[in-house]
């Protein structure tokens, strides 16, 4: 996964500028206090291979496959409008991350263990790398909880409908996006309004005016917000975003970002 931070004054360690966005230098191994991200993961590949061969990945193609057909304009409107309801279940923090105890995230080559033993990791690794940054550690912690959705108090949405890359609809869908090739089969891909490169959008139009595919980010980010958040606007970019690859990985669809999105310079911090 990727966490994606605004960069302040107070963000600690060493930075190299990669395109648009800050890369974090992280700490040497011989650093005791910091977190050092390992070269491949527990299957022996490269992260973020989608090509390895392995049962696994027939599972991430699968879904992929299904995300990609049934992820249309239309299905997120709709599925923006009854979660944005809010109306589902009230519970704390901590329940909601003891109920990914039973979820596993079918998009993830690199990923086998429970979403719970993810959030911790990834909190613990960013407290290292960014010590004084409260708010970020907070961020980190509660970035995944969305995959509630899986869950049936939540609706018990389908893999595809809450997990995985996330991409714009109502424009064309650009072929940097994982297993491209199964939008030939979505609805949206031969809609003339639909399949060019700015859509229904303009330039610079800024991404909280774009519609982006549904699943865990949009509805982790409207609960935060609908809630009273005390989290900074970088924290709920963070959370909105963080699986938006085809941007932060790839630079694509940046002429959709306004020169508010582009005013914060992003640090990629990857912890896999």
Request: glycine share 6%; proline share 6%.
């Amino acid at each position: 996964m990727a966490i994606l931070v605004p960069q302040s004054e107070n963000v600690t360690g060493d930075v190299v500028l990669d395109r648009r966005f800050l890369t974090p230098t992280l700490p040497s191994a011989a650093d005791a206090d910091g977190f050092v991200a390992p070269e491949i993961n527990s299957f022996g590949n490269t992260f973020r291979d989608y090509d390895a061969a392995s049962q696994g990945q027939k599972t991430v193609e699968e879904f992929y496959r299904l995300q990609h057909i049934n992820q249309t304009y239309d299905f997120v409107k709709r599925m923006r409008e009854e979660y944005g309801k809010l109306d589902k279940v009230e519970m704390s923090v901590w329940e909601c991350c003891e109920l990914l105890n039973d979820v596993m995230d079918d998009s993830d080559p690199d990923l086998d263990e429970p979403q719970i033993e993810h959030l911790l990791q990834t909190a613990e690794a960013i407290r290292k790398n960014y010590p004084d940054e409260d708010w970020l550690h907070l961020t980190a912690l509660i970035h995944d909880l969305g995959k509630v959705l899986l869950h049936p108090s939540f609706g018990g949405l389908p893999q595809w409908a809450v997990v995985g890359d996330t991409f714009p609809l109502g424009c064309a869908f650009d072929e940097t996006i994982v297993h491209h090739k199964y939008f030939k089969e979505n609805p949206d891909y031969n809609n003339p309004n639909y399949n060019t490169k700015y859509g229904i959008y303009s330039e610079g139009c800024g991404l909280d005016n774009t519609l982006i595919s549904w699943g865990h980010d949009d509805y982790m980010y409207l609960v935060a917000k609908e809630n009273g958040t005390t989290l900074p606007q970088a924290g709920l970019f963070i959370i909105r975003y963080h699986s938006f690859y085809p941007l932060h990985k790839a630079g694509a669809y940046t002429h959709l970002m306004s020169e508010e999105d582009k005013g914060e310079p992003q640090v990629a911090a990857y912890i896999q």
